[in-house]
C-alpha cells in the first residue's frame, strides 16, 4: 500500500505543488539575448496620509525565444533561479506593442 502511494507522486509524500505566482507587465528592456526587464507598477495607499503612491518593481525574466519587443504587455511566471538576478521566465504576451514605423520619431 505504502509503494502504491509513493509510486502516485513521486517526489512528493501527500504534498501538492503550490501554485506558482505569475504578473503582468510592460517590457522596458530587450537588450541581453534571451532576457527581457518587465517593470510592474502599482499602486498602494500611504500608511499614515491615506494618499495613493504609485510605486514599481522591475524584474528580470527568461525570454527563450527572443520574441519580445519594447513596449510589449507580458505574463511573466516565477520560477527557479535561472542566474544572479532572474527569477522569473515568459509565458505569454499579452498584447503587442504598437510597431513604428523607419522614418517616425
Known amino acids: 500500500m505504502m509503494s502504491e502511494q509513493q509510486n502516485a507522486m513521486p517526489g512528493a509524500i501527500g ?4 501554485p ?3 504578473r503582468i ?3 522596458t528592456s530587450v537588450a541581453r539575448q534571451k532576457t527581457i526587464r518587465v ?3 502599482y499602486l498602494m495607499r500611504h500608511p499614515k496620509y491615506g494618499k495613493y503612491l504609485r510605486r514599481r ?3 528580470h525574466a527568461h525570454d527563450e525565444k527572443n520574441e519580445c519587443r519594447l513596449g510589449d504587455k507580458v505574463e511573466v511566471m516565477e520560477c527557479r533561479p535561472i542566474s544572479k538576478t532572474k527569477h522569473w521566465r515568459l509565458v505569454r504576451i ?3 506593442a504598437p510597431q513604428q514605423k523607419v522614418g517616425e520619431e
Open 15 to 18: 504534498q501538492a505543488r503550490r
Open 20 to 22: 506558482r505566482a505569475t
Open 94 to 96: 499579452v498584447e503587442r
Open 57 to 59: 518593481t522591475v524584474l
Open 25 to 27: 507587465g510592460i517590457v
Open 39 to 41: 517593470t510592474i507598477e
